[in-house]
């Protein structure tokens, strides 16, 4: 169903920051591939795994994921 989309700027986060898809799997424990699944939107998070990658990015929930698409850098 297209309402339960889950957003998310984990991409971007990542980018930001220089971190590769292992090393945010691996402070998140979960499997690198689970990284790229959330990053396409191919998969959402548990609401304990949301919470601890905004723990990690040191931001708000609200920041890395939305039920709205995030309007485009630079629009």
Avoid: C, W
Avoid at 26 to 36: I, S
């Amino acid at each position: 169903m297209a309402d339960d989309v889950v957003y998310n700027r984990i991409a971007v986060l990542r980018a930001e920051r220089g971190i590769t898809r292992r090393q945010l799997a691996d402070a998140l424990g979960v499997h690198y591939q689970t990284v790229g699944y959330l990053e396409r939107g191919e998969y959402s998070p548990s609401l304990h795994l949301a919470l601890k990658i905004a723990e990690y990015f040191e931001v708000s929930v609200e920041v890395v994921f939305s039920t709205k698409p995030f309007p485009r850098i630079g629009a």
